[in-house]
């Protein structure tokens, strides 16, 4: 059992940047598959980004790549995302997500951080 916190959410006028972190607890994610999704009000459910404990070739949504990128520190069992450039449309609520070895969806999700982004 593996429990993530967000933060680093907030309101940013269109252009900005902000950099979400996600602190672990109960396990360490060293072993684990991490990544981000978005949840925006009347819009599928979207993953922004992924990467593997191998740290190799981590992916990102079309919409982001080129902006967004997905970090981790397991010496301080974190993950962050880094975004810049940041459009109205990537206004939703972040998730940190999990899921461990042989998985193929989503195990564990925080709580979530707002992002708006203003024109």
């Known amino acids: 059992q593996v429990q993530l916190v967000e933060s680093g959410g907030g309101s940013v006028q269109a252009g900005g940047s902000l950099r979400l972190s996600c602190a672990a607890s109960?396990?360490?994610?060293?072993?684990?598959?991490m990544g981000w999704v978005r949840q925006a009000p009347g819009k599928e459910r979207e993953q922004v980004a992924r990467i593997s404990s191998l740290f190799i070739s981590p992916s990102y949504a079309d919409s982001v790549k080129g902006r967004f990128t997905i970090s981790r520190d397991n010496t301080k069992n974190a993950l962050y995302l880094h975004m810049n450039s940041l459009k109205p449309e990537d206004t939703a609520m972040y998730y940190c997500?999990?899921?461990?070895?042989?998985?193929?969806?989503?195990?564990?999700w925080g709580q979530g951080t707002q992002v708006t982004v203003s024109s």
């Open positions: 109960g396990d360490t994610i060293s072993e684990y598959t």
């Open positions: 997500t999990a899921r461990g070895l042989g998985r193929s969806l989503w195990d564990y």
